[in-house]
């Protein structure tokens, strides 16, 4: 991906406002708001103007602010605001950041007597909220402006989340404002963070992925790659790792087919394949290791091993303090659990992932490690080193689903930092030049609700997360299933079960939306003269001639697949392929209804019936159907004929 560098992301206001801070502030007087931007957006700082003005001008008494850890409430310190034009200042005194050591149970009694006392504004933890709401009844928090940081780790699963279910008592019980912040806010389990009902009493502000890069100064590209290994990733791990870029490199979970259960022994492995430890400086921790190849010192921080707490914790507080400012202060740092959600290093280039990660919110949380814009740095790189499956595994369809999870993943962070376009309908002889960012397609569905509009404004990346996370697409996508089926039946059945509100009309604007944009984000567009065209399933169209049926005949995702193909030798294609074809989806009622007809026009064309036996899985999945739709009609035959021996006794 690359941007234009525009820098108005970055730039600020008569008040101190980047551009992400101008829209928050904007809606300032919703009741509940929900915020959803990128890492290093500024989403701290945009909490603040909001919440000063609610203090000031709409009658709130206190603020409370929750992190999911105690090391990100430093982004909430006491900051000058109007040193840059603001009307206030951000000020919390050092008795209410209950963000500092000791248990968050026992932070419990200053929450309450923060409550109760003269002072406006206080900083804990999630937990530290949450054994507070237990102790609270939902009306303590009347007067209040609550902010949850990272809501993504809050959740509608009210059994499995104490903090969603809390939430949700204080919003019905008390006259609580609420504003929640999340730069990933699809959760990796395929649990909503809020229920439909709840998220519709929130207003939305959304500033995207491609409107925080391309308003960048320095950052110009983001790549995301992906490199295969066999055998153990330490062999493999010299290959993409590059030291001449400050690197976060992240070995696997210990519980991972990955990790070789020793992770001391992996960052061994990882510093010895730099070159040869010189020293460890024991006030900070930070190793340095002269390169075997050019004799350079590169300064390593090891945040993997807790055999020694107060070392790991000094290594923090240096990278933290010192590193975060000084470019030369560190070069590489390795972690496992660390480095991710709120970690700020704003000069690292290149995340270096070893293994495939569970959760989508990880993956865009490590990805936003290197996002942030600083001198110097004019490209950015995530990098995931994947095991590849092998056939004399006992675990291939664990590898294989693991590898097919890991491209969607990327898939998705494709279309969230691509450029956004609008799409409108194209009319006959609608002759009229088109604006920069807007495309016109025949038969296209244009949005006819304020809902679908919401929907397509704030939500189109949280649904198509959905949609790449549901095992029945996956398969689709990946498994050689007609177009139409995958575009006209699943994507539907997904988009009704989350939004239960929407019309069959509705689910249909949704739908077209979700796949147009899917397909042209996917699509490569060229200009030759005064013609643009984008390439679709290997050919390039007129984008003046694009109709809603051709699109609805392209697989949004192919483009995984043939990722993998290209990456990957015949015989692990093989087996991708077989252990596909083995968990393939049953036909369904719907599919047959949407195939019948290009069934009927290939026999026609062919002179034949589709054979189940075929290597070509277009061809053996329009037999499955045929048989499918044989058996329905013996079954439909035996029915009537039952009921007939039954009128005639």
Not at 446 to 473: C, G, M, W
Request: glycine share 6%.
């Amino acid at each position: 991906m690359t941007y234009a560098r525009t820098g108005e992301s970055v730039n600020t206001d008569s008040m101190g406002m980047r551009e992400m801070q101008e829209r928050v502030f904007a809606k300032r007087a919703a009741q509940h708001m929900l915020v959803k931007a990128p890492p290093a957006s500024g989403k701290s700082r945009a909490l603040m103007f909001v919440a000063l003005d609610k203090l000031y001008n709409q009658d709130r008494k206190k603020v409370i602010v929750a992190v999911p850890e105690r090391s990100i409430g430093a982004s909430f310190s006491s900051t000058k605001l109007t040193d840059h034009g603001f009307f206030a200042d951000w000020e919390i005194k050092p008795e209410h950041n209950l963000c500092d050591a000791g248990s968050s149970q026992g932070k419990v009694g200053a929450f309450i007597e923060f409550l109760e006392g003269p002072d406006a504004i206080l900083v804990c933890t999630h937990a530290t909220l949450r054994f507070a709401f237990e102790k609270l009844a939902p009306d303590a928090f009347n007067g209040t402006v609550l902010a949850i940081d990272e809501f993504h780790h809050v959740s509608a699963d009210v059994e499995a989340n104490r903090l969603g279910a809390l939430l949700r008592d204080v919003m019905n019980g008390s006259d609580v404002h609420i504003v929640a912040m999340t730069g990933s806010y699809f959760r990796g389990d395929s649990v909503p963070v809020l229920s439909a009902e709840d998220e519709a009493l929130f207003t939305p502000v959304t500033f995207n992925y491609y409107d925080q890069l391309n308003g960048y100064e320095h950052l110009h590209s983001l790549g995301i790659g992906h490199h295969f290994y066999q055998g153990r990733y330490t062999d493999a791990i010299s290959e993409v790792f590059d030291l001449d870029k400050k690197t976060i490199l992240h070995i696997p979970n210990v519980n991972s087919g990955e990790s070789t259960k020793d992770k001391i022994e992996e960052v061994g492995f990882i510093i010895d394949s730099i070159g040869h430890v010189e020293s460890t400086d024991p006030e900070t921790g930070i190793i340095e290791v002269r390169r075997a190849d050019t004799g350079e010192i590169l300064r390593v921080a090891d945040l993997v091993d807790d055999t020694d707490l107060k070392k790991r914790a000094d290594t923090l507080h240096y990278l933290n303090s010192v590193a975060s400012k000084d470019r030369d202060g560190v070069d590489v740092i390795i972690a496992l659990g660390m480095a991710k959600e709120g970690f700020d290093w704003p000069f690292a280039e290149h995340a270096l992932t070893v293994g495939y990660r569970a959760s989508l919110t990880e993956v865009i949380q490590i990805i936003g490690r290197v996002t942030r814009d600083s001198p110097g740095k004019e490209h950015a790189q995530f990098t995931n080193l994947i095991a590849e499956p092998d056939a004399s595994q006992s675990e291939v369809k664990v590898s294989v689903n693991n590898m097919l999870k890991a491209i969607t993943a990327s898939l998705l962070m494709e279309q969230v930092l691509a450029q956004n376009f609008e799409f409108r309908t194209k009319r006959t002889g609608d002759d009229e030049p088109v604006p920069p960012g807007v495309i016109k397609i025949k038969g296209f569905k244009e949005p006819s609700t304020e809902r679908v509009k919401q929907i397509v404004e704030t939500d189109l990346n949280d649904l198509k997360a959905t949609i790449l996370q549901d095992d029945t697409f996956a398969k689709a996508a990946f498994g050689g299933v007609d177009p139409e089926m995958a575009n006209k039946v699943l994507i539907p059945k997904i988009i009704r079960e989350r939004y239960p509100d929407l019309d069959e009309e509705q689910v249909e604007e949704l739908r077209q939306q979700v796949v147009v944009d899917s397909v042209i984000k996917n699509g490569e567009v060229k200009t030759v003269g005064d013609k643009r065209f984008l390439k679709m399933s290997e050919k390039f169209v007129n984008i003046e001639d694009i109709n809603i049926n051709l699109i609805d005949s392209v697989n949004p995702f192919q483009r995984a697949f043939e990722v993998i193909s290209k990456s990957v030798t015949t015989s692990v294609l093989r087996i991708i392929a077989d252990a596909i074809t083995a968990t393939r989806v049953e036909v369904t009622e719907d599919e047959a209804r949407t195939l019948w007809p290009k069934i009927q026009q290939w026999a026609k064309v062919n002179g034949r019936k589709p054979n189940i036996r075929s290597e070509d899985a277009t061809e053996k999945r329009y037999a499955e159907v045929v048989l499918f739709l044989q058996r329905k009609k013996q079954e439909r035959e035996a029915a009537e004929r039952a009921t007939e021996m039954v009128d005639e006794s």
